[in-house]
């Protein structure tokens, strides 16, 4: 049964910053392109990174451009999202998701989430 666990979340304040992590298991890795999503209070969940299986692209919301950075490990099964200056309005549930498209077929997994606030 595949499996993604985020780990990293928690309180800071504006400007500060955090690690999330995406442990997952269950699954080849090395096969899934993977994505944080976020998801704030009232709002629609949505994509914040995403990163091709093999790492060597990568693609950001405009509102996290040169201030997030998304990497994986395909040796640890772990994907990462490296959040710097962080806004109020980063607060937001965040999410990993795995996908793997095999023709026709879509296989997609999502983790249970982690709490980001960013507050003062």
């Known amino acids: 049964q595949a499996q993604l666990v985020e780990s990293g979340g928690g309180s800071v304040q504006p400007g500060g910053s955090l690690r999330l992590s995406c442990a997952a298991s269950?699954?080849?890795?090395?096969?899934?392109?993977m994505s944080w999503y976020r998801q704030a209070p009232g709002k629609e969940r949505e994509a914040v990174a995403s990163?091709?299986?093999?790492?060597?692209?990568?693609d950001y919301a405009d509102s996290v451009k040169g201030r997030f950075t998304i990497s994986r490990d395909n040796a640890k099964n772990t994907m990462y999202l490296q959040m710097t200056s962080l806004k109020p309005e980063d607060t937001a549930v965040y999410y990993c998701?795995?996908?793997?498209?095999?023709?026709?077929?879509?296989?997609?997994?999502w983790g249970q989430g982690t709490q980001v606030t960013v507050s003062s």
């Open positions: 998701k795995a996908v793997r498209v095999d023709g026709p077929n879509r296989y997609y997994y």
């Open positions: 269950g699954l080849i890795f090395s096969n899934y392109g």
């Open positions: 990163i091709t299986r093999t790492g060597d692209g990568t």
